[in-house]
């Protein structure tokens, strides 16, 4: 409790970038305020996968922390034995650890401390301040109210500490079954705060818990456990989004019944992540991968991050994303498209530039000698000459992308046409002189001449042409799979429809699967390895390849083709 943050220059540097936590960090650091430590918490509940909402609070309770010499923790806010999973416990580490955080050993769990809420509920007991409720849930709803009227007292709210005592121990003895009996905190049935009407903070579950088997029948309402679980850590600022600020005052009284000293966690919310067309609610997940709308909590066109990374996307193109946005105190809906724009940059500068091409059309080189092989240099990254260069063969027959060829271009094109020019990229200029057709009229093959002056970085030829076009060697080319997404939603705003469900607006064309050919080289690739297809997108490699199919996965296309739709 005693530790003193470690110096940190960042503090008086980044003073314009400061985001309205970090200044309320800074003031208490000023003030001295807990000896000047920073603790913060990530409290996820093992329900579900991570999703890119979770990497925005990840992202400020790691990074605080970080930034001011202080500590995180990862506490699991396990308080519904019902529907947690050991699954999503394993899921949720490997997410934190994958966007570069670490909690070291303070690996906690709301379980933990089931004996210690247990005894505060027995003390707020004892103090009067807690009673045993027979009623039914749906009575208690209705007793609470309305913010504007003001609630009914329940017939049990004046039991003597002796009978309450008793009737809890016995709840949890598991003599009562589930939902006949619970445990309120009393406080305020007038109160204009719905959360200080008695809540309930304690209920009877009959369901082994993950950890703590059968040891306990009676389980604490996340209200209880929340506010208590950071008092026990000594957490110092409790980060969480905006709908938790009703709560506050429900957990501050907690605190103040449990307080010995001048310590007490500071809890500061910010607004959530909300993305378009996109649902993030971890309910929302579930459902849709228990449906098979998509293939799992991976599948590339999820906001979890598993799918997320899964799709190319990199933990610093979501980290400058979240940065970009910032954190405010209004809800706010950002747009998708802001994401891929940070996915771009990042890839723009990490992801190799190789050749792979989409939609083949064939071009013969007639004038170039058969069953000759050529090894051509060609850069990885134009825009970081620190990753070298490496060989693509060339030779007699090559692949270009169909929509690179028009029988009747009209005056722009810079691209092949009957007689015209282009340069192959890395490699020869070429000129077709003849295509042809199927009996359908389907263009199947284009006879193009090279000039073998032309070669890139040893072009004598003098010619100038306007077009580049990527290619692949037809003999050397690897057949792949590749994935194209597109929006998993058709809606921008699929919270703005209260009356219709979300899944009305599932993209029923999010995936087109395209066979393709890439240069040989890519046979190489590692799962999850990046490039960009020159000309097409980002693109990276799944881990469902193999040694007999490569599968590609589309990140991103090059340029944002989506807000253009609209
Ligand atoms: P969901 O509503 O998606 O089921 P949750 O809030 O129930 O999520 P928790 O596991 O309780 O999920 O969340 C852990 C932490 O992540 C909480 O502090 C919560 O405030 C934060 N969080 C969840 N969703 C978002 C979001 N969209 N944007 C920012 N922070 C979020
Ligand atoms: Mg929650």
Known sequence: MSDKPKENKNVTNERKSLNFIHTIVEQDLREGKNSSRIHTRFPPEPNGYLHIGHAKAIQIDFGTAEKYGGKCNLRFDDTNPVKEEVEYIDSIKADIHWLGYDWEEREFYASDYFGRLYDFALDLIKNGLA?????????????????????????????????????????????????????????????????????????????????????????????????????????????????????????????????????????????????????????????????????????PRMPTLCGLKRRGYTPDSIKKFINSIGYTKFEALNDFSLLEFAVREDLNKKAPRVMAVLDPLKVVITNYPEGRTEQLETINNPEDPSMGSRNIPFSREVYIERSDFMEDPPKKFFRLGPGTEVRLKSAYIIKCEDYLKDKNGNIIELHCTYDENSRSG?????????????????????????????????????????????????????????????????????????????????????????????VFNRTVPLRDTWSKKK
């Not at 996109?278 to 293939?295: A, D, H, P, Y």
């Open 458 to 550: 040893a072009d004598t030829s003098g010619k100038k042409v306007k077009g580049t076009l990527h290619w692949v060697s037809v003999l050397h080319a690897v057949r792949s799979e590749i994935r194209l997404y597109d929006r998993l939603f058709m809606d921008p705003e699929l919270d703005g429809h209260k009356e219709r469900d979300f899944m009305e607006f599932i993209n029923p064309d999010s995936l087109k699967v395209i066979e393709g050919f890439v240069e040989p080289g890519l046979a190489e690739a590692k799962p999850f390895d990046h490039y960009q297809f020159q000309r097409t997108g980002y693109f990276n490699l799944d881990p469902d390849s193999s040694r007999e199919k490569l």
């Open 131 to 299: 009673y045993v409720d027979d009623q039914p849930s749906e009575i208690i709803a209705v007793q609470k109210g309305t913010p504007s009227v003001p609630g009914t007292v329940s017939p049990y709210r004046n039991r003597s500490a002796g009978e309450n005592l008793d009737l809890f121990q016995r709840m949890n003895a598991g003599e009562f079954p589930e939902g006949s009996r619970v445990l309120r905190a009393k406080i305020d049935m007038a109160s204009p705060n719905m959360h200080m009407r008695d809540p309930v903070i304690y209920r009877i579950i009959n369901h082994p818990h993950h950890r703590t088997g059968n040891t306990w029948k009676v389980y604490p309402m996340y209200d209880f456990a929340h506010g208590q679980c950071d008092y026990f850590e000594g957490i110092t600022h409790s980060l969480c989004t905006l709908e938790f600020e009703v709560h506050r005052p429900l957990y501050d009284w907690f605190i103040d019944q449990l307080m010995t000293d001048e310590y007490r966690p500071r809890q500061i919310e910010f607004n959530r992540l909300n993305l378009t067309y996109t649902v993030m609610s971890k309910r929302k997940l579930l459902q849709m991968v228990r449906n098979g709308v998509v293939k799992g909590w991976d599948d």
